[in-house]
């Protein structure tokens, strides 16, 4: 499912712009480098994080070239964490192309990644846009945070409600929201819109990884089966803790004992997904979503009615309804 024309309307000049601006500053001397950097822009997914920035720049003021650095930076970001999470999961498939680490091994991979870090660092030095970095680094912060915590909560499988919100605000959400808080900063808007804009991006990306989780629970195999890979990693997602919040202490250590020990047996996995939707868990976690979407749309509406504001409120709904 790709991001739609309606979506990439209003900066559809600025978007083809920045593809020529992103390749340029990719340029490597080192041979290898240049053709692992020219595979990752070929097979490149929806590009939603540029998109994001672009769009609350525009909301936000005229676009500019620190608009273009801004977008470079976060792409940089989110491309390097994307091949080093590749490397750590050992995925060797993303959006059905061969990840970096599967065609050039491990160690070239995170080096690559490295690479885009310090690459991202350097062009946000040499351009002074210290603002920019400090936005950008301490959303970099915050998804490391999450990364360990989730990790650390998945080992003892004791997430509550709470901290699955507070997993995904820093795994997801923080990235999201230096997008369209980075996108506002770089036409100067001022403190109370840059507030906002970091409102709009975290709400937007909480929509968004509970959209993820509940996709999760309705991709199927091909044989139709519930694929359940959250479950088969030991990842306590809203909809199962749904189930753990209104399960008997009994049912609830029997659960949480097959994920313990059966999370790789498909047929051990699968009634805990049924026990899922039979107990309204895909209704709640879809009404959660759908209320961060809600305080998206509020805070959008505080904006004056003009083909970005309706642009913004597309891409909210695409998040909400989207298939992949």
């Known amino acids: 499912m790709s991001i739609s024309k309606t979506i990439k309307a209003p900066i559809e000049k600025e978007m083809r712009s920045f593809e020529e601006f992103f390749s ?28 994001l920035v672009f769009l609350s720049a525009k909301l936000n003021g005229e676009i500019t070239e620190k608009t273009f650095i801004a977008a470079t930076l976060i792409e940089l970001l989110h491309t390097a964490t994307l091949i ?15 990840s970096v680490n599967s065609l050039w091994r491990s160690k070239i991979a995170v080096l690559t990644g490295d690479y885009l870090l310090s690459k991202g660092l350097l062009i946000a030095l040499n351009a002074k846009e210290i603002g920019i970095l400090e936005v950008i680094s301490a959303a970099v912060k915050e998804m490391s945070e999450g990364e360990l915590l989730q990790i650390s909560q998945t080992r003892r499988l004791d997430i509550t409600e709470n901290i699955y919100y507070d997993i995904i605000r820093k795994k997801t959400a923080t990235l999201i929201a230096a997008c369209t808080k980075a996108g506002a900063f ?12 970091n409102q709009f991006g975290e709400y937007l990306g909480m929509a968004y990884q509970i959209r993820d989780d509940l996709l999760d ?6 044989i139709g089966k519930p694929t359940g890979n959250d479950l088969k990693e030991k990842k ?26 059966h999370h790789n047996n498909e047929q051990k996995i699968i009634p805990i ?20 979407q809600n305080k998206a749309l509020e805070i959008l509406n505080t904006y004056p009615d003009n083909e970005t504001r309706t642009a913004m409120q597309e891409l909210l709904y695409f998040i ?5």
């Open 24 to 51: 340029k500053r990719l340029v490597s001397n080192v041979a290898i480098l240049d053709i692992i950097t020219k595979y990752i822009i070929r097979s490149k997914g929806k590009q939603l994080r540029p998109v």
């Open 84 to 98: 080093h999470d590749d490397v750590v999961d050992e995925t060797y498939k993303r959006r059905g192309f061969f």
């Open 186 to 197: 770089s036409v100067n808007a001022s403190e109370e819109y840059l507030l906002k804009m």
């Open 217 to 222: 629970y309705e991709k199927t195999n091909l």
């Open 236 to 261: 306590i997602t809203l909809p199962l803790i749904y189930l753990l919040n209104n399960s008997t202490k009994t049912e609830k250590q029997n659960i949480l004992k097959t994920i313990q020990k």
């Open 273 to 292: 997904i049924k026990k899922v939707k039979e107990s309204g868990g895909i209704e709640y976690t879809r009404n959660v979503m759908f209320s961060y």
């Open 320 to 324: 909400t309804e989207r298939n992949s």
